[in-house]
């Protein structure tokens, strides 16, 4: 049962990985995040760029699924995503972003990412609203990363914020 304001955050993320609304997160979640990623961005699957991220769409998985998923069925719970995140990552966000950061770094490449990994704020935007955030939101939350206000983001910026966003309180 979900019952600190921290669990019930949690809980709510976890409608972001469900990409398929079925009320578990397993592979297919990943794939069908990056398969519509390229459809978005209109980049091949079988480009460079598409298999990198398919790899980091997997990695991701594997990474989620061995913080979470305690009973070994492949598919992760929303009760074992908040237990996952509360006892695995709540105290280490970094922990969160190392399992993220393949992923991410394939997703901005895909959104454009410069050979620094910066990424404009609206591909930023457009990235979170393909992986499910509400568009208003999604411009908010990328506008808020660009503290310099270049118009660019780090990957650093946004692998850290992702972290933050599924792993810290507030």
Do not use: C
């Amino acid at each position: 049962m979900v019952t600190s304001e921290y669990e019930r955050r949690i809980a709510a993320r976890f409608a972001g990985f469900d990409q398929d609304g079925n009320g578990y997160i397993d592979r297919e979640d990943f794939n069908a995040a990056a398969k519509a990623l390229l459809a978005a961005f209109d980049t091949a699957a079988r480009s460079d760029r598409g298999q990198a991220l398919y790899a980091g769409a997997e990695a991701f998985w594997q990474g989620m699924a061995g913080i979470a998923d305690r009973d070994g069925d492949q598919r992760i719970t929303r009760e074992e995503f908040v237990n996952g995140a509360l006892k695995r990552l709540r105290d280490n966000p970094e922990r969160f972003a190392g399992i993220a950061r393949p992923f991410l770094h394939a997703a901005l490449a895909v959104a454009g990412a410069t050979p620094d990994g910066a990424v404009g704020v609206a591909d930023t935007a457009r990235v979170l609203q393909v992986l499910g955030v509400d568009g208003e939101l999604a411009g908010e939350a990328a506008a808020k990363l660009d503290t310099d206000g270049d118009g660019r983001i780090g990957e650093e910026e946004i692998v850290s914020a992702f972290a933050r966003y599924f792993t810290v309180p507030g």
